[in-house]
């Protein structure tokens, strides 16, 4: 099903000479992500702003559900669009709570189910509502501001998002778990989203399709795959970059990949147990759980050392851990910065699933080509 | 322009150029007196912060006061004349010179200090070499913000008998002389205007000067 | 809650009392004692607050809804213009403006009070159309991009980010406006400043100096009361 479609969609801003998108043509298709990549000022903007008539195109046609977005009301049309920007846009003078409930607030909504809603949103981008509501943007750090801008784009469950940059402005390693989030999120809502982004490798983890885009045309529209694979022409290889192999590693998540366990133990176990447990491994290394289940630590050789009746006495508290949405490349840093030669890898719930090793990551690319 | 204005301008020149004079001439001196005051209180207070927390609080409530109830408040002291409007104009011009002497001083980047430090300056050189010619457009803003202030407040000092282009106002009211009021109207404001724009002026060559 | 202006506003409110109470128990001279009486003074304050409070809500309301006309896109070819024209406008000195009216519309309260709130509008008109111009444009948008409607932009978005600029620019106007009302005795129209210019012109001093002390703690007074509401409008 093809949910948005841009038909020969030319945009010349007044005064300029050039075409900030010249004769755009791409169907975005109905639960996928659409990634717009392309060095900066290539248009990629402009492209997103014109479906939610932001802009407003010079010529050509953009269809949403096959109505010309010129038919809808730009109201309607954009209460229907969820829509993210890099500066985020929360409103400063507005509660985290009342930021959320604006479109909720456009729709007329009762306010019981607004501030339900709110809370299910607030809990969905793993925001507690207890502590963050009532609080401005202001008092947030800056990854706890893009959850509330893609909460509040979530709000009314529009079918379509509008995404320019929403990682933008945060540190690597919370972009990843934002990423990360967000596609557990995107699994189940299934929506159709355009993705504004300038780095490649977001692109390629995060897009069903990818649209390369160079001087406002459209250079290559592909899936990442053969995006890696058969890039169109010498621009679109050179941004996907020379070490091809690495870039692959955005291509494969934790979860699509068969992971090695090492033995567990309980905190309540005793260290002769665990003696045992760890000199058996080929890693060296045994996995602690709590009573849940719940990955909390390790025990390696050197823990061992340490004086102490029982495991929890002596194990070292989990970190840097990886999830089933982490790509190979995130585990790879992971791994570099953690110097084990392995990462470990837990589910949803925190419950271990394995620890993905070096060799792991080479046979997966291996396969993958 | 109607005739009669002109006329006025015509046939009173004289008069028009001995008050533009006396406008400017008071004006001129009291921005200068509070130059000399207001960069001295604006250095002192940048190294000392409680004298900082007395004089910009103070020299802020100074300016809330109304000119008339300055001049008045004076008259005790100084009696009516010259004196009195010279310094009422002073203690207005003392605010924007002081704060953006503080201002510019304390927002000179930490590293350009320790940098004259390090490189063995005394305090006295760093002062002269470094901080106020760094601070010297944000100090010729204050001044500019001061002068085309005073300028207007100058028109109310002929109040108290200091002269000034506010005689042809306060003349024009008795005499209900509407072109009276017109000239002086317009002088003053194109003072003010002449001076704002000369001394962005001069910010601006400053500032090209320093990049 | 700010200390320092409750501490102002407290003690600008004392010194008036004690002023008031001073000067009519020691008028200096018959001819002061005139002026200086309960009555008198009352009748004094009530003209100059009158005045202050008519031309600044007259103001506050046109220029509030100027600001918000020349900020509409549909006007910002103007908005450069009238702000020239403030620009301009505020190198009058207010008693140029009371003169002004005064040759055409004669001496009296009522001239003086048109006068003021015309010079009133200037800081609120330029606040005005600041505070809306400086909300970071990423704002709009993004309530653009979600579909509120441009009445709900200005009313919900804009309006409440201007309002501590706004309320800035009110404060500047309010001084100004007390201290312009001290001058609206020289074309009759009473206030605080009729103490001042008799004063002057029968050269009492007491006068003088009482109508001096207090249009300037009244000046004081509006002032901190204006910015303990600025303060507490501040989006933090
Ligand atoms: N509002 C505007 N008015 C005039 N020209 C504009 C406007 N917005 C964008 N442009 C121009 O259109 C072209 C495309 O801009 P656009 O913002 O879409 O780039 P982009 O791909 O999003 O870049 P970036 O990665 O830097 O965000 C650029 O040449 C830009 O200068
Ligand atoms: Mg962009």
């Not at chain 1, 456009?106 to 009532?134: A, C, F, T």
């Not at chain 1, 809502?189 to 504004?196: A, D, L, S």
């Not at chain 1, 851990?321 to 990462?343: F, H, N, Q, W």
């Not at chain 3, 918000?68 to 301009?88: E, G, H, Q, Y």
């Amino acid at each position: 099903m093809i949910k948005i479609k841009y038909e020969n969609v030319v945009k010349q801003f007044p005064g300029s000479d050039h075409l900030a998108v010249d004769n755009l043509n791409m169907e975005v298709h109905e639960g996928e992500i659409c990634i717009l990549v392309g060095p900066s000022g290539c248009g990629k903007t402009t492209s997103m702003k014109m479906t939610n008539r932001i802009f407003e195109h010079t010529s050509g046609h953009i269809y949403i559900d096959g109505v010309d977005n010129r038919d809808i009301n730009p109201i309607e049309l954009r209460l229907g669009i969820g829509y993210v920007i890099q500066e985020i846009g929360l409103f400063p003078h507005m509660t985290i709570a009342d930021n959320v409930a604006t479109v909720l607030v456009e729709k007329k909504w009762p306010k019981n189910k607004i501030h339900q809603r709110v809370e299910e949103m607030l809990n969905l981008v793993g925001l507690d509502p207890e502590i963050y509501s009532k609080r401005r943007p202001s008092g947030l750090s800056g990854g706890q501001r893009q959850r509330v801008g893609v909460a509040r784009a979530l709000a009314s469950d529009p079918p379509v998002m509008l995404m320019d940059e929403p990682f933008g402005a945060v540190d690597p390693i919370t972009r990843a778990r934002l990423q990360n989030e967000f596609l557990r999120l995107q699994e189940q809502m299934k929506k159709t989203i355009i993705f504004v982004t300038h780095d490649i490798d977001e692109a390629i983890k995060m897009g069903d399709r990818i649209a390369v885009m160079r001087y406002g045309q459209l250079v290559q529209y592909a899936t990442p795959d053969d995006l890696l694979s058969m890039p169109a022409n010498d621009f679109v290889s050179s941004l996907v970059g020379g070490n091809r192999s690495i870039k692959r590693l955005n291509l494969i998540k934790v979860e699509d990949i068969d992971l090695y366990r090492p033995p567990e133990v309980a905190e309540g176990d005793s260290k002769t147990k665990v003696v045992e447990a760890v000199a058996g491994d080929k890693l060296g290394v045994a996995l602690v759980v709590d009573d849940r289940g719940k990955l909390v630590g390790t025990v390696t050789n050197t823990d061992l050392k340490r004086k102490g009746e029982y495991v929890k006495d002596i194990y070292a508290p989990a970190h840097d851990l990886v999830g089933p949405k982490s790509t190979l490349r995130d585990t790879l840093s992971i791994m570099l910065g953690y110097g084990e030669g392995y990462a470990l890898a837990v589910d949803q719930e925190g419950k271990p699933r394995g620890a993905v090793s070096v060799d792991d990551i080479f046979s997966a690319v291996k396969d993958n080509e | 322009m109607n005739q009669t204005l002109w006329d006025f301008f015509i046939t009173r020149q004289d008069l028009l150029l001995e008050l533009i004079l006396e406008h400017v001439g008071i004006v001129l001196l009291a921005v200068a007196i509070a130059i000399v005051i207001g960069v001295t209180l604006g250095l002192l207070s940048s190294y000392y912060s409680a004298l900082a927390s007395i004089i910009l609080p103070f020299t802020q409530i100074m300016m809330t006061v109304p000119s008339i109830a300055l001049l008045a408040l004076f008259i005790p002291i100084f009696g009516t004349g010259f004196l009195n409007g010279l310094i009422g104009l002073v203690i207005y011009s003392l605010l924007p010179i002081v704060r953006n002497t503080y201002i510019g001083i304390k927002e000179i980047d930490k590293g350009i200090i320790e940098a004259a430090q390090g490189m063995g300056m005394s305090e006295r050189r760093i002062l002269l070499k470094v901080k106020i010619p760094l601070a010297l457009p944000v100090i010729l803003a204050g001044v500019r913000t001061a002068t085309v202030m005073i300028t207007g407040i100058a028109a109310i000092v002929s109040a108290v008998g200091a002269g000034g282009l506010g005689e042809l106002i306060f003349r024009g009211i008795a005499r209900t002389y509407r072109d009276m009021i017109i000239a002086g109207t317009i002088l003053i404001s194109l003072l003010g205007i002449a001076a704002d724009y000369g001394l962005k002026a001069a910010e601006r060559s400053l500032t090209k000067q320093q990049s | 809650m700010n200390r320092r202006n409750l501490i102002w506003i407290i003690v600008s409110f004392l010194l008036s009392v004690a002023t008031i109470f001073y000067f009519v128990n020691y008028p200096g001279g018959k001819m002061a004692a005139r002026l200086l009486n309960f009555e008198t003074i009352t009748k004094a304050y009530q003209q100059h607050i009158l005045m202050v409070f008519v031309a600044s809500a007259a103001a506050i309301i046109v220029s509030v809804s100027l600001g918000i006309l020349i900020t509409r896109p549909f006007f910002s070819k103007w908005a450069s213009i009238v702000d020239n024209i403030v620009n301009i406008a505020q190198t009058i000195p207010s008693l140029a403006i009371l003169a002004l009216f005064f040759t055409y519309l004669g001496r009296g309260f009522s001239t003086a009070i048109f006068a003021l709130w015309l010079y009133a509008l200037l800081p609120i008109l330029r606040n005005t159309s600041a505070g809306i111009q400086n909300i970071s444009p990423g704002i709009i948008e993004s309530a653009r991009g979600m579909g509120m409607s441009n009445l709900h932009i200005l009313t919900r978005i804009e309006l409440p980010l201007a309002l501590p600029v706004i309320m800035g620019g009110i404060r500047t106007s309010v001084v100004i406006t007390v201290g312009a009302a001290a001058l609206a005795s020289f074309i009759g129209a009473g206030g605080l400043g009729d103490l001042i210019v008799t004063g002057l012109s029968v050269s009492r001093n007491t006068l003088v100096v009482a109508g001096g002390i207090l249009s300037a703690l009244l000046a004081i007074f509006l002032d901190q009361v204006l910015d303990l509401i600025e303060d507490s409008l501040r989006i933090r």
